[in-house]
C-alpha cells in the first residue's frame, strides 16, 4: 500500500511518548475505578424492579465471591492484552486494532462500531441521571416510562431526559475537561455513599440467603460473571486508549489490579450487601435495586444520596458522548463534524432513555459482551501469533479478524431474550471471546492473515 492510500485515520495517528507518561495510579486506575463507581454498573446486579435475579438465585456469599471471580477475569481476558497493546505503542485501539480487522477494516472495528455502541451507554447515562433527579426530589411516580419503570410514558421524565441528554452531550463535545476536572475528586463522594448505604444495611442482614435462598448457586455465580464482564466489555477494550499513558507492565498489571478487580469487588460488594440489608428491613420489597435499596435503609439520606449518585453520572455521559463524536468523527468526517455527530448519536441515546429502552441493563450487559468479546478474542490470538507485539497495520479488510467477530457474536447473543438459546446466565460474553480467539488463529494459520502496510511513522511503534 502506498503511503498516498493510507487512510486519513492511521496517516494522523501519533504514538504517546514515553516522556508524556505516568505511574498507574495517576492514569489507569483511577479511570478504572470510575467506570464502576457510576450506579449503572452496580444498580441491578442484585435483582430489577420486578424482583431479585442474581440474589433470588444464590446466596449473598456466592454473589460476592462471584464479583471477585468475575473482576479478575474481566482484567485478564478483556483487558490486559489492549492494554499491553497501548503500552508499548502509545497508540490507541483504532490503532492497535488496525492489525488485527485491517485498514480498512478498522474504519468499522472496532472504529465507528465503539462509538455506537457509545450511543447505547449514553442512553444509559441519561436513563439513569433522569431517573435519580425524579426519585432524589420526591418524584418517584413521574419516573417511569414505556418501556422501564411504571410501563407508561411521563412527559416529565422525557423532559428531563431531553435536557440533561442534550446538555451533556454538547458539554462532552465541547467542554469535557471542565467535567474531567471534577470528576477527579467526585469518586470520593461515590465511595463514602456506598459505604454509608452498606453500614446502614449491615444491621438488618440477619441471614446470608436474604432474598435469594440458595438453590441455584451455579446460575446465579455466572449471572453475576456475565453482567459484570458485559458491562466492561468495551472498557477492557479501551485499555489501550488507557495504558498508552503507562510506563511499563508493571503500570498495566497494577492498574488492573486496583482499577478494575478490587474495584468491581468493593463497589459491587457493597451494592449487594445493601439490596440485602433493604430486604431485611422491609419483607414486602418488591424492587431489588440498589437505588431502591437506598431510601429503605437510610430513610434520611437515601434521596440526598440519589441526587449525588445522579451527579456522578455526569462523567460518563460527557465521556460517552465524547467518544461518540471522537470515533464517528474520526472514521467518518474531520474534526469540523464532532459537534453535529455527537449531537446526532446522543438523540438517538435521548429517544431510547426516554422511552425506557435503556432501563433494563441485563440484556442490553449481554448485548455489549457479545459484540466485543470477539473483538478482543481476535486481538487476543493476532498479539499471541505475533510473538507478545503489534505487527502494524494490516491491509485492507481483515479476513480473521471479521470472521472471528461474526462468529464470536453469533456465540455471544445465544443467551439473549430476542434469541433465548441459552438461558440468560450463561457466561456468553466468554464463550465469544474464545470463539473470536480460536477462529482467528485457524484463519491466519490457513494464511488468510493480510499484509503488513508499511506506515513510516508508526514503524517505531510496531517495533
Avoid at 471542565?178 to 454509608?196: E, G, K, N, Q, S
Avoid at 433493604?278 to 431502591?292: I, Q
Wanted: with cysteine.
Amino acid at each position: 500500500m502506498a503511503n498516498g492510500s493510507i487512510p486519513p485515520y492511521l496517516a494522523a495517528a501519533a504514538p504517546n511518548p514515553l516522556g508524556n507518561r505516568a505511574p498507574w495510579f495517576k492514569n489507569t486506575a483511577q479511570s478504572y475505578a470510575g467506570i464502576f463507581l457510576w450506579i449503572a454498573f452496580f444498580d441491578q446486579l442484585g435483582g430489577t424492579a420486578a424482583g431479585p435475579a442474581a440474589l433470588g438465585m444464590a446466596r449473598l456469599s456466592t454473589c460476592l465471591l462471584a464479583l471477585v471471580c468475575a473482576g479478575a477475569l474481566s482484567m485478564v481476558l478483556f483487558y490486559l492484552v489492549p492494554g499491553l497493546l497501548g503500552m508499548q505503542t502509545g497508540l490507541p485501539l483504532y490503532i492497535v486494532g488496525s492489525s488485527t480487522f485491517g485498514t480498512k477494516g478498522g474504519y468499522f472495528l472496532p472504529g465507528i462500531f465503539m462509538g455506537l455502541l457509545q450511543i447505547g451507554w449514553y442512553s444509559v447515562a441519561t436513563y439513569y441521571a433522569a431517573q435519580l433527579v425524579l426519585r432524589g426530589v420526591g418524584q418517584a411516580h413521574l419516573a417511569t416510562s414505556p418501556f422501564g419503570t411504571g410501563g407508561q410514558f411521563s412527559a416529565v421524565f422525557a423532559l428531563t431526559a431531553v435536557v440533561w441528554g442534550y446538555v451533556f452531550a454538547f458539554l462532552g463535545a465541547k467542554g469535557i475537561d471542565y467535567v474531567a476536572r471534577i470528576a477527579t475528586c467526585f469518586p470520593l463522594v461515590i465511595i463514602a455513599m456506598l459505604v454509608i448505604g452498606a453500614l446502614s444495611a449491615a444491621g438488618s442482614s440477619r441471614a446470608d440467603t436474604i432474598p435469594g435462598d440458595g438453590t441455584m448457586t451455579v446460575p446465579g455465580f455466572l449471572l453475576i460473571v456475565q453482567m459484570v464482564i458485559g458491562f466492561f466489555a468495551t472498557a477492557g477494550a479501551v485499555g489501550a486508549d488507557f495504558c498508552a499513558n503507562n510506563r511499563n507492565t508493571r503500570d498495566v498489571w497494577l492498574g488492573g489490579i486496583v482499577g478494575i478487580w478490587l474495584a468491581i469487588a468493593l463497589a459491587g460488594g457493597l451494592a449487594l450487601i445493601t439490596v440485602v440489608g433493604a430486604v431485611g428491613k422491609d419483607p414486602n420489597m418488591t424492587d431489588y435495586t440498589y437505588s431502591a435499596a437506598l431510601p429503605v435503609v437510610n430513610p434520611t439520606l437515601g434521596k440526598v444520596m440519589l441526587l449525588l449518585f445522579a451527579i456522578g453520572s455526569m462523567a460518563p455521559a460527557c465521556f460517552c458522548s465524547f467518544i461518540i463524536g471522537n470515533s464517528l468523527s474520526t472514521m467518518l468526517g474531520s474534526a469540523r463534524t464532532r459537534v453535529p455527530l455527537t449531537l446526532g448519536g446522543a438523540t438517538i441515546g435521548i429517544v431510547l432513555a426516554a422511552l425506557g429502552v435503556a432501563g433494563n441493563l441485563a440484556p442490553f450487559f449481554a448485548l455489549i459482551g457479545a459484540s466485543f468479546g470477539p473483538v478482543v478474542g481476535a486481538m487476543i490470538a493476532d498479539y499471541w501469533l505475533s510473538g507478545c507485539k503489534w505487527p502494524g497495520p494490516r491491509e485492507g479488510v481483515s479476513i480473521p479478524g471479521y470472521a472471528a467477530w461474526v462468529i464470536g457474536f453469533a456465540v455471544g447473543v445465544l443467551n439473549h431474550p430476542w434469541i433465548g438459546v441459552l438461558p440468560g446466565w450463561h457466561t456468553t460474553s466468554i464463550y465469544s471471546l474464545i470463539m473470536g480467539f480460536v477462529v482467528y488463529v485457524v484463519l491466519a494459520k490457513a494464511g488468510l492473515e493480510g499484509r503488513v502496510v508499511d506506515v513510516p511513522h508508526l514503524k517505531a511503534a510496531a517495533s
